[in-house]
């Protein structure tokens, strides 16, 4: 028994867990070394780095429990500045006698466990070096479970509190345990981060985060052993890393690397006191931010006296302004920031003394004071504005950029609250506007940051709300929603109902413009408060009762709330009611935008879209842009997780052709945020009142004042409420509104009085032409800083790791411009006279821009700064010295300059990486290296064989890399540039372009050298240096140039011009010679004769060639089988190669045999249409469909096909079933083009022997028929008839009086029936023969031509384009055509790199692509109406093909797919300029009645029959002018003729039939047709005239543009203008066809009859001849509503026979009624005054009465 308990004491011994928590004894010294080194650059060898490194001997002693002394010895900083490991660290000893002197005091700590509480230090010790005693410290932080040796928490460090893994391994045998500590640094409670400049920058909370830019984790190995006294530390070794990947690369990542170590050297039996130092307590081992958030991390500048080196920098800056050295500028710029932001108010002040009353230096101090943005600088500012010690745009600007950059806390917050209501703030309207959307913005970053948001600052904003609303103060409003906005804090939501008619009755008569600033107000407040947002736009959205626009604002809003399915399935769902087309249109086409988007942010809105638009009609996306869209532009790289995208806000109004809302968004993502750049809004109403003339008393008239009465006989018609004109346009920047302005009709007159009255009554006017006279001189420039975002975490050595992005721009300009006018200006001058003097000018301006952009990632510290900077540097500079001469009234215009005398660089780029190392003792000698130096070399296992067969005597290697195994066709650049860039890191590559006669030349000059042999990633690519430039150089002249001149004619004297710069002929000859001797001389300067000659005798070599070439075709079939013949005619038929590149020819022979074309298929087109089965039919049995794409431009094909229905077929096709496959369902791009032209104009038939030539190429084709072309049309010169339109004249003024220069001549004739336009280019120089010459004319009514040559005599280079209308897959379709038979290798360069990017922009665009054998050289687009509003498109390039059908138009076109283009007979110019027209007049209102059809505005049809005797209003301008009236009623003669009344002005129109001719009676007076046509002698113009079988009325300033009458028809057309103003049967001109039934009193009736009734005009019983009138009704019999017995009254009258009349014919209405109980006291009278306003409870179908008998009708004798 006793041995079983004694091994059971031993087991129990030994399997107990010894208390591994560290500690220190009392009465000891723990004697450590330490080292920490932090690096930072790329991994990859060879490349430079920057770093530091800090070792010290560190000494622990014990104080009393718990508390320690710890305490630095010899410390030692050293910087890293090189290639690592190769270069050695480098030691600055004063660096480190500063670190040393706050490193080497005592410092206390609490330590517990291996858990650290309070530190303490000497007071006044920098925090820096604080932070480096946490970083020591930190490495002993251990948290123990006695339990487990392996387990997971979030423990506290200098980092913050992050997850963190441990795993414990004890080794009994020597008494020691190893302890490994892994922390995540992307997965912490609590983390350490300071972030600066990202206030507008929203991360998405809801994104899957699967990569992160920025990833660290930290690694911990403790070594320990077990003493007496506890467990002792031994070593701890470290290494953290954080990854950032700017571009999210895996492969492209910049690193910081951290490493610690902590060695127990010696143990002393010893113990510390700190009785008489006086320690102050620094917090815990959380790391704490110190002045690097002052300092910035680009410079290092030494603090010393703020003010005199505020006064340095200042004096440095104004001195290189004035000596136009301003490169610099950006760089002193952020250094006069950055001490700006430590200055104190009283040097803030001095400084103002000093040089406020200096514009150069007060400039650059405000500028730097307002981008300091600390409380202090801001309180500066804030003073400076209230004692009205700045200009009024001083303080414009200030408000404006100072207030959204400051800092936002209590005393700013408080600062402005007070400076709103100031008197100077509120006597300046201006001010007053910004200074309150700076205040919003101000508590919205307040709130962004702060745990609460109290009410009281918002008080101010709310109070401005609630005083407008109680002055009707529509600006007021305004002001305050956007204010509110602006904040967007959902405290306010209350206040912005009170704006919103649907929740508050008073809002009713608020302007429109208020509703949608009061939604727009809802957006910020939506991303703090979605679901209370959602539920109130969702009531705007649905409420039919708001206008549209209200309603597509709310729908905008909706969107950005991120709905999820529920809410956009039940969006669509109201979508399925909706009676606005317009929002409808909106929404629809919102949802496929959001629908087609990648972006991860918005992954579930596009999800739930998809969803959405399933339930929703495709005709709702078919709709024309009279209706309002969503345009949407942009892309999204996954790769990089970045991407951008404008959006374009439509919004249309019924009530107008114009637009009423245009808002265009650019929105940016990286890395799951999204940014608002910038937002750009346009509202309009009313606009068409300004746009028409105004001056026309309508009101005078009597047609306004008969409107008005028979207004009343009516039921229930209203004019249109008066719209005040008005633009109101607001700006915002990163989600913010800046600034909103209003321009009402007020403003407007004001500005056209201003500019056509004398200049004496306006003192504005008056000051710029004063000012002009006198000149303008003066030097501006303007420092902007455009960004500053910093991103700080700490490192586990307790330095700041920091990435932040600085950009500032430079706005520099010189000017001295003179300005003489002849005659001179006088008192009395009026703005408009400036187009009939002539105007002198002398400019001397020089306007240059600097940007300079810095990203930085590495240590910043007040003592020194390491890490890696990318800068980017930009500067455009153009010079322009010029004299210009403009007489608008003689159309001439001369500009001179001086030539280039020496080499300036326009534009200039540069960007390099470097790594950096400063120290504050050594600020002068900063260490900078290249990352990428010059002798950075590629590994061994990276270097390409290079063959001694294939090196040529340089030693540049011409072998390609297998990366280049690419078709050459999407492939760029020659091959000696792709090796240079692959191997050999560098290129530097020269373009130069050369104008000799000018004596200049343009050079792009491009240099790179990159990291991308190392790695090929977009990060290696901006590692090293670059360089673009564009510079202008001179060119060496056998002459000097004075002067450049340009001068430009139009008119009668451009020919006269020509001839007098080559002929130096005088002033006064130019009246007295003939017109054909001018057009003589003119002929002979331009050479026109040998262009001509040299044409005609390239014609005819051609002509030649053919010969000869057909000879040798008939020769080789007579030697060839049928067989033979056949295959090599079929193989022939499928060759694409051209005759006029046989290089190509045999290439393009073998192509053919591919098996396969590749194809590339794009997502699919939301919302296109499949044509149905019995169009696919059709169009199989076409004879337009071909098989091959080659053989479609076969013109010898066609020859050969003849006028057959079966189509000639010559392809081969891999098998069967897909060739049967194909032919079922073909491609558009296999259908054949018929052109018209050839149809109507065939070719002269040739003998049947040279039928064989169709085995030519198309391009020989097309040669002949451009030769034909040639032949027929091109020896014609206008100049022959004509005199030129338009002389330009570029040429320079040498000191040899020589010529040298070009000169263009301009020649049209667009009045004869084959239209034309020829130009003409030459060079002024007598020794050349260099011509440029283009011609362009339209054949026929089917197609048009043109050409454009160079060269010798115009003869070297040729471009051909061809327009023909025809016949494409039995659709109308228009061809163009373009072929370059030879072009300049230059061209052909530019081309194929412009040919790179096709497919790509084809895919996004939502085309269809595929490879194929086209002919080469030459270009086809084929574009084919399959409706009014969609078309199929198919473009062939040389090797590629892409195509895309149902297209949709952005306007409707006015043809009918069904009829053949060779129908349409119009003369050549016609039809060129019919389309145009038609497409105008298409979008006017028009409307017809023939016989019972009526037609209205909306393109409704209905059939009516009307009753006898009553006048029914056809159409009338509803609006407040009252412009016009159309009646109509059956005439007397016949019921199946009409007759009409219209009234205009004092006009009364009458039309009707009589004895079957038309009669016309004016004021009651019969007006014979002999005397038309009539002519009115009123304000506006009123023409009547004879057309066709009847006559047309036509008045334009009425809003009638064409009225036709002939008894039958009648047809109405009016203005555009008149959108959404008429009213009548014709209905309203809206575009709302789903409203298409509308009463007078606005309600929708249910049938087309009762809604003809409702526009009836009653007459009273005995006066006239109608005895119909509209009546309430009800119900006779009792109804069962509700189970309840009701009676029912109409909500609409009904049309009945007057008292003592009764029907003899009635027609079936649709009507609603509104029920009551039966027992209800309310008489039908009583009822009748409002059943209008009444609910619809039941519908029921009644008699209306349409033919009454009045025998009992009694009236008075």
């Given at each position: 028994m006793r041995r079983i308990i004694l091994t059971l004491m031993f087991t129990f011994v030994g399997s107990q867990k010894y208390d591994i928590a560290p500690g220190f004894s009392?009465?000891?010294?723990?004697?450590?070394?330490?080292?920490?080194?932090i690096l930072h650059g790329l991994q990859d060898r060879g490349l430079a780095r920057a770093g530091l490194r800090l070792t010290c001997k560190v000494e622990i002693s014990g104080l009393s429990h718990n508390y320690h002394m710890l305490k630095i010895l010899s410390p030692q900083l050293d910087e890293y500045n090189g290639i690592w490991p190769r270069d050695p660290f480098t030691r600055s000893s004063k660096l480190i006698l500063t670190i040393a002197s706050c490193l080497t005091r005592l410092f206390k700590f609490e330590y517990n466990r291996g858990q650290f509480g309070n530190i303490y230090a000497p007071k006044e010790t920098p925090v820096t070096c604080v932070n480096l005693v946490r970083g020591i410290l930190n490495m002993l932080q251990i948290t123990v479970k006695k339990s487990q040796n392996a387990y997971d928490l979030q423990e506290a460090g200098i980092g913050g509190v992050c997850h963190t893994r441990y795993i414990i391994q004890e080794d009994r045998k020597s008494n020691r345990v190893t302890v490994f500590k892994t922390k995540d640094l992307n997965n912490c409670q609590d983390k350490v981060v300071k972030n600066i400049g990202m206030a507008y920058i929203r991360p998405c909370a809801t994104c899957p985060l699967k990569e992160k830019i920025i990833k660290g984790t930290t690694a911990f190995t403790y070594k320990m052993k077990y003493t007496n006294a506890g467990t002792l530390i031994t070593q701890a070794v470290s290494q953290q890393v954080y990854q950032i990947s700017p571009f999210s690369e895996p492969a492209g990542v910049a690193v910081m690397e951290a490493r610690q170590e902590l060695t127990l050297n010696d143990i002393r039996n010893s113990q510390a006191s700190t009785s008489e130092i006086q320690l102050q307590n620094?917090?815990?081992?959380?790391?704490?931010?110190?002045?690097?958030?002052?300092?910035?991390?680009?410079?290092?500048?030494?603090?010393?006296?703020?003010?005199?080196?505020?006064?340095?920098?200042?004096?440095?800056?104004?001195?290189?302004?004035?000596?136009?050295?301003?490169?610099?500028?950006?760089?002193?710029?952020?250094?006069?920031?950055?001490?700006?932001?430590?200055?104190?108010?009283?040097?803030?002040?001095?400084?103002?003394?000093?040089?406020?009353?200096?514009?150069?230096?007060?400039?650059?101090?405000?500028?730097?004071?307002?981008?300091?943005?600390?409380?202090?600088?801001?309180?500066?500012?804030?003073?400076?504005?209230?004692?009205?010690?700045?200009?009024?745009?001083?303080?414009?600007?200030?408000?404006?950029?100072?207030?959204h950059l400051s800092k936002a806390d209590d005393h700013t917050l408080q600062a402005v609250a007070d400076l709103v209501t100031s008197f100077r703030i509120q006597r300046a309207p201006m001010l007053r506007k910004l200074a309150y959307l700076a205040y919003g913005s101000m508590i919205n970053r307040y709130c962004s940051i702060s745990s609460s948001c109290p009410n009281t600052i918002l008080q101010p904003l709310h109070d401005l709300a609630a005083e407008a609303i109680s002055k009707n103060h529509e600006d007021d409003m305004a002001l305050a929603l956007k204010a509110i906005g602006n904040a967007g804090e959902p405290a306010s939501i209350k206040r912005i109902l009170k704006f919103l008619p649907i929740f508050s009755p008073a809002a009713m008569a608020f302007p429109v413009r208020i509703y949608t600033d009061a939604v727009l107000a809802l957006r910020k407040i939506a991303r703090k408060d979605p679901s209370k947002v959602q539920e109130i736009l969702l009531q705007i959205f649905v409420d039919h009762s708001l206008t549209p626009t209200v309603r597509m604002m709310a729908c905008v809003v909706i969107f950005e709330t991120k709905p999820a399915l529920p809410l956009v399935t039940t969006m669509a769902n109201a979508l399925l009611k909706e009676s606005s087309l317009q929002v409808a249109s909106f929404t629809y086409s919102h949802m496929k935008v959001l629908a087609i988007n990648r972006i991860p942010q918005l992954y579930n809105v596009s999800a739930a879209c998809n969803i959405a638009l399933k339930l929703l009609s495709p005709r709702l996306d078919r709709l024309s842009y009279r209706y309002s869209k969503v345009i949407h532009v942009g892309g999204y790289y996954p790769e990089y997780r970045a991407g951008a995208i404008g959006r374009i806000y439509l919004m249309n109004s019924p009530s107008s052709m114009l637009p009423s809302a245009i808002i265009m968004k650019l929105r940016g993502y990286y890395a799951n945020t999204a940014t608002d750049f910038i937002e750009v809004a346009l509202q309009s109403q009313g606009l068409t009142e300004l746009i028409r003339k105004q001056n026309i008393p309508f009101a005078e008239y009597d047609t306004y004042k008969k409107l008005k009465v028979l207004g009343k006989t009516v039921l229930g018609w209203k004019e249109l409420p008066p719209e005040n004109p008005l633009i109101s346009a607001y700006v915002k920047v990163f989600g913010h509104e800046l600034a909103f302005a209003d321009i009402n009709k007020e403003l407007i007159q004001q500005t056209v009085k201003a500019l056509t009255e004398s200049s004496d009554r306006h003192m504005l006017v008056k000051k710029v032409i004063n000012q002009i006279q006198r000149g303008i001189a003066g030097q501006w420039t303007q420092a902007i800083l455009a960004g500053e975002v910093r991103h700080i975490v700490p490192t586990c050595v307790g330095l700041p790791l920091e990435l932040s992005l600085y950009s500032t721009g430079l706005i520099h300009a010189m000017a001295s411009v003179g300005v003489n006018m002849s005659p001179s200006l006088s008192g009395t001058f009026k703005p408009l006279q400036f187009f009939d003097a002539n105007v002198q000018l002398h400019a001397d301006i020089n306007p240059s821009i600097y940007t300079h952009t810095v990203a930085m990632m590495g240590i910043n510290t007040q003592y020194f700064q390491s890490g890696l900077e990318f800068h980017a540097k930009f500067r455009a500079n153009i010079p322009m010295k010029f004299y210009a001469r403009i007489n608008i009234k003689d159309k001439n215009l001369k500009f001179e300059t001086t030539p280039c005398h020496q080499e300036t660089e326009l534009v200039t780029a540069r960007t390099k990486v470097y790594a950096i190392s400063r120290n504050v003792e050594e600020i002068t000698s900063a260490k900078r290296l290249l990352v990428l130096p010059e002798e950075a070399v590629l590994d061994v296992s990276e270097q390409r064989f290079k063959s001694a067969e294939r090196t040529s005597r340089n030693g540049a290697t011409t072998q390609r890399t297998a990366s280049d195994g690419m078709s050459e066709k999407y492939s760029y650049g020659s091959e000696e540039e792709f090796h240079c860039r692959a191997g050999g890191r560098s290129y530097a590559l020269v373009f130069c372009s050369k104008l000799h006669s000018l004596g200049c030349q343009t050079c792009l000059n491009l240099q790179l050298r990159d990291a991308a042999f190392l790695k090929d990633t977009f990060l290696h690519r901006l590692v090293g240096e670059g360089e673009i430039k564009l510079v202008l150089k001179p060119v060496r002249r056998d002459a000097a140039i004075d002067k450049i001149q340009l001068e430009i004619q139009a008119g009668s004297r451009a020919a006269f011009r020509i001839i007098q710069l080559v002929t130096l002929v005088s002033e006064e000859d130019d009246d007295s010679t003939p017109d054909d001797v001018v057009q003589t001389k003119l002929k002979k300067i331009l050479g026109?004769?040998?262009?001509?000659?040299?044409?005609?005798?390239?014609?005819?070599?051609?002509?030649?060639?053919?010969?000869?070439?057909?000879?040798?075709?008939?020769?080789?079939?007579?030697?060839?089988?049928?067989?033979?013949?056949?295959q090599s005619s079929s193989s022939s038929s499928l060759s694409s190669s051209s005759s006029s590149s046989s290089s190509s020819s045999v290439d393009d022979k073998y192509r053919n045999t591919d098996m396969k074309d590749k194809t590339w298929q794009p997502?699919?087109?939301?919302?296109?249409?499949?044509?149905?089965?019995?169009?696919?039919?059709?169009?199989?049995?076409?004879?337009?469909?071909?098989?091959?794409?080659?053989?479609?431009?076969?013109?010898?094909?066609?020859?050969?096909?003849?006028?057959?229905?079966?189509?000639?077929?010559?392809?081969?096709?891999?098998?069967?079933?897909?060739?049967?496959?194909?032919?079922?369902?073909?491609?558009?791009?296999?259908?054949?083009?018929?052109?018209?032209?050839?149809?109507?104009?065939?070719?002269?038939?040739?003998?049947?022997?040279?039928?064989?030539?169709?085995?030519?190429?198309?391009?020989?084709?097309?040669?002949?028929?451009?030769?034909?072309?040639?032949?027929?049309?091109?020896?014609?010169?206008?100049?022959?008839?004509?005199?030129p339109i338009l002389a330009v004249i570029l040429h320079a003024i040498r000191n040899d009086r020589k010529l040298a220069g070009f000169q263009l001549v301009m020649y049209t004739d667009l009045h004869s029936t084959t239209p034309r336009i020829q130009v003409f280019v030459s060079n002024i120089s007598e020794s050349s023969k260099w011509k440029l010459c283009a011609d362009a004319?339209?054949?026929?009514?089917?197609?048009?031509?043109?050409?454009?040559?160079?060269?010798?005599?115009?003869?070297?280079?040729?471009?051909?384009?061809?327009?023909?209308?025809?016949?494409?897959?039995?659709?109308?379709?228009?061809?163009?055509?373009?072929?370059?038979?030879?072009?300049?290798?230059?061209?052909?360069?530019?081309a194929r790199w412009f040919y790179t990017f096709v497919p790509g922009v084809a895919y996004m665009f939502g085309f269809s692509q595929r490879e194929q054998n086209n002919p080469s050289q030459q270009a086809t687009l084929v574009v084919a109406l399959t409706s009014p509003r969609t078309c199929d498109v198919a473009l062939k390039l040389p090797d590629l093909t892409i195509y895309g059908r149902d297209i949709s138009l952005p306007l409707p076109l006015p043809l009918d797919p069904r009829i053949s283009t060779s129908v349409l007979q119009y003369p050549a110019w016609n039809f060129f300029t019919k389309i145009p027209s038609s497409v105008i007049d298409s979008l006017k209102g028009h409307c017809s009645v023939s016989q019972n059809m009526i037609t209205t505005f909306n393109e409704v049809e209905f059939n009516y029959s009307m009753p006898a005797n009553c006048y029914h209003v056809l159409a009338q301008d509803c609006s407040p002018e009252l412009k016009f009236l159309v009646m109509m009623k059956k005439a007397e003669e016949s019921a199946h003729l009409k007759a009409i009344n219209i009234k205009l002005a004092s006009h009364e129109i009458d039309m009707y039939p009589s004895n079957g001719l038309i009669q016309l009676m004016i004021n009651g007076v019969q007006t014979p047709a002999e005397i038309l046509p009539y002519t009115s002698n009123s304000d506006a113009y009123i023409l009547i005239s004879s057309e066709k079988d009847g006559l047309s009325v036509k008045a334009p300033e009425y809003g009638i543009d064409k009225l036709y009458y002939d008894g039958h028809t009648l047809k109405i057309q009016v203005g555009f203008w008149m959108a959404g103003k008429t009213c009548g049967i014709c209905g309203k001109y809206d575009g709302e066809s789903k409203q298409k039934y509308q009463m007078p009193s606005g309600y929708v009736t249910k049938d087309a009859v009762s809604f003809a009734h409702s526009w009836i005009l009653s007459e009273e019983p005995c006066a006239g001849a109608c005895k119909l009138q509209r009546t309430f009704i009800k119900i006779e019999k009792p109804v069962g509503f509700e189970n309840v017995a009701s009676k029912c009254y109409s909500v609409e009258p009904v049309l009945r026979c007057v008292k003592g009349c009764s029907a003899t014919r009635t027609a079936p209405v649709f009507v609603g009624f509104h029920c009551v109980p039966a027992d209800s006291t309310a008489s039908f009278d009583e009822e009748q005054i409002r059943l209008d306003q009444k609910s619809e409870d039941l519908e029921n179908t009644v008699d209306a009465h349409t033919v009454c008998s009045c025998e009992q009708l009694k009236c008075a004798a």
């Open positions: 009392n009465s000891k010294t723990y004697l450590y070394s330490y080292e920490g080194l620094y917090g815990s081992l959380r790391y704490h931010f110190a002045r690097e958030l002052l300092q910035m991390p680009i410079h290092l500048i030494k603090m010393k006296n703020p003010e005199s080196q505020i006064v340095e920098i200042l004096q440095q800056l104004i001195q290189r302004d004035q000596q136009g050295y301003n490169r610099e500028a950006p760089v002193k710029f952020l250094e006069l920031i950055q001490l700006c932001r430590v200055a104190t108010p009283e040097n803030l002040e001095s400084l103002w003394k000093q040089f406020a009353d200096k514009p150069q230096y007060r400039r650059w101090l405000l500028s730097a004071i307002c981008a300091a943005g600390t409380t202090e600088t801001f309180m500066f500012l804030k003073q400076k504005i209230h004692n009205e010690d700045m200009s009024y745009l001083e303080s414009a600007l200030t408000i404006a950029l100072a207030f026109i004769e040998s262009i001509f000659k040299a044409a005609n005798r390239s014609a005819h070599q051609h002509l030649k060639k053919q010969a000869a070439k057909k000879d040798k075709i008939k020769i080789a079939e007579i030697r060839t089988d049928p067989a033979t013949k056949y997502r699919q087109r939301e919302g296109s249409s499949r044509r149905d089965s019995s169009s696919s039919s059709s169009s199989d049995s076409s004879n337009s469909r071909s098989c091959s794409s080659s053989e479609e431009d076969h013109a010898a094909n066609k020859e050969q096909q003849g006028k057959s229905d079966k189509p000639v077929r010559s392809c081969s096709s891999s098998s069967d079933s897909e060739y049967s496959k194909q032919q079922a369902d073909p491609e558009i791009y296999q259908y054949r083009f018929m052109s018209a032209h050839r149809e109507q104009y065939p070719r002269k038939k040739v003998p049947s022997s040279s039928s064989s030539s169709s085995s030519s190429s198309s391009s020989s084709s097309e040669s002949s028929d451009e030769g034909s072309y040639t032949a027929s049309a091109q020896p014609k010169f206008l100049g022959d008839s004509k005199p004319s339209i054949v026929n009514s089917y197609k048009a031509v043109g050409y454009l040559k160079w060269g010798q005599d115009c003869q070297d280079y040729r471009i051909v384009g061809k327009v023909v209308t025809g016949q494409f897959a039995d659709y109308p379709a228009t061809q163009i055509k373009l072929e370059w038979p030879k072009v300049p290798s230059r061209i052909k360069i530019a």
